[in-house]
């Protein structure tokens, strides 16, 4: 995916979740309700995106008539819960891009998160984390970051021992060739 669909898909992202409004003067909604707002209108996306997958093939053909699109994501995804994010599919068709519709719902993703104060961490270890080791690893970080932590878990064979966690633009290196790294240079000078 280039720069520019990334923007497309972040303004699109931005478009369809709720503004971060706070307070309530004047209509605007708490933070509470926004973030309660952010999660259905989320949810609602994914379950598109995985009732619409097995049609995605033939949806993303130029040659199929948008008309015809539209008719078949009408029937994939009824429901009222569903109009807001069938909208949006329906605009991504008529406009030709609804192969963006997987990073806009990344990006929502972290929208909804920021709305409802969490902080996502990624951690990269050589076999998958334990129910524990992912309690313990969020109780950690959260103390770190002073924001609720969910972490997810990804493997990497190039993780010898330990982990590797990244989260909020830092970088925790725990891992075995980190620490050996770490080592060698504190020897070395």
Known sequence: MNASDRTLAGRYAAAYMPSPCTGTPC???SPADAADEAARRLEALRRLEKDAAPALPLLLRPLVPARLKLELLAKICPGAELSRALALASLLVRTGRLGLLEEITARCERL???AAGVLRAEVTSRYPLSDAERAGLE????G???RRVAVSGKISEKVLGGFEAGFGGFLLDATLLGRLARL?????T
């Open 27 to 29: 209509g605007m909604v």
């Open 139 to 142: 109780k950690a970080l959260s």
């Open 144 to 146: 770190f970051s002073g």
């Open 112 to 114: 909804a998160d920021e």
């Open 184 to 188: 060698r240079k504190k020897i070395t």
